[in-house]
């Protein structure tokens, strides 16, 4: 899969509510109302990123998760990370 260009990259922010870019990868800071929900969140993220097989990477404090997706193999941001951060965007 092809990176995606930074006017690309902007054009697909625009309707991914939140993310950032970055360092060629997307970012997203979620907050919690608690630790456990932030946990059930992550979860759930492992089971669509394991099904679409594109993973990413995750911190995990007190009440907040981080995500960052990019292609590691590619080195940025491809339309798979688009479509992960999508997924990610339904599930919250």
């Known amino acids: 899969m092809a990176?995606?260009?930074?006017?690309e990259i902007k054009s697909c922010l625009g309707e991914l509510n939140k993310w950032t870019y970055g360092?060629?990868?997307i970012h997203l800071s979620v907050t919690f109302d608690s630790y456990m929900e932030g946990i059930a969140f992550v979860n759930k993220?492992?089971?669509a990123a394991e099904k679409m097989n594109h993973h990413p990477d995750?911190?995990?404090?007190?009440?907040?998760?981080g995500v960052t997706l990019t292609s590691h193999?590619?080195?940025?941001?491809?339309k798979q990370c688009v479509d992960m951060a999508k997924i990610v965007n339904n599930i919250l």
């Open 58 to 65: 995750l911190t995990i404090g007190w009440c907040k998760v």
């Open 73 to 78: 193999d590619q080195g940025g941001v491809t």
């Open 45 to 47: 993220l492992a089971e």
């Open 3 to 7: 990176l995606l260009s930074p006017a």
């Open 23 to 25: 360092n060629d990868a």
